[in-house]
């Protein structure tokens, strides 16, 4: 069977919350990459993970959509050092207990200064 991967993640934004978005995937260690041309870059912006292979886009709509509970969660290198540049932006960080031996801490792009699942 062959092996399979996720390519990318779509999220909606307000294209006024879209600088704190890119500084918040960036900080994550995602790079922002310009979408291939045929879709332009009008209407999103994309953001390359370290690994090469996932990406995050981010569609500018005037009244973005989120399911409730809808989240994205995203493995680092260097946790206390990632959670220290983010509290060092603005992001308020809320640890949780670890799943999987996994740290966790749920928290929003779009919303620098609170924590949000």
């Known amino acids: 069977m062959p092996g399979a991967g996720l390519q990318h993640v779509s999220l909606e934004t307000r294209r006024t919350d879209a600088e704190a978005e890119a500084r ?3 900080l994550l260690g995602f790079t922002r990459v310009a979408p291939p041309a045929s879709l332009g870059e009008s209407r999103a912006w994309w953001f390359q993970a370290p690994d090469g292979a996932t990406q995050i886009h981010l569609l500018f ?3 973005p959509v989120a399911p409730p509970a809808g989240h994205v969660a995203v ?3 260097g946790w206390i050092a990632t959670l220290t540049a983010l509290t060092a932006a603005g992001f308020t960080i809320e640890e ?3 799943h999987w031996n996994a740290p966790r801490a749920p928290m929003s ?3 620098a200064g609170t924590a949000s699942s």
């Open 24 to 26: 918040f995937w960036t």
């Open 61 to 63: 709509e005037d009244d």
């Open 75 to 77: 493995v680092v290198d």
């Open 96 to 98: 949780r207990t670890p």
């Open 109 to 111: 792009a779009h919303r």
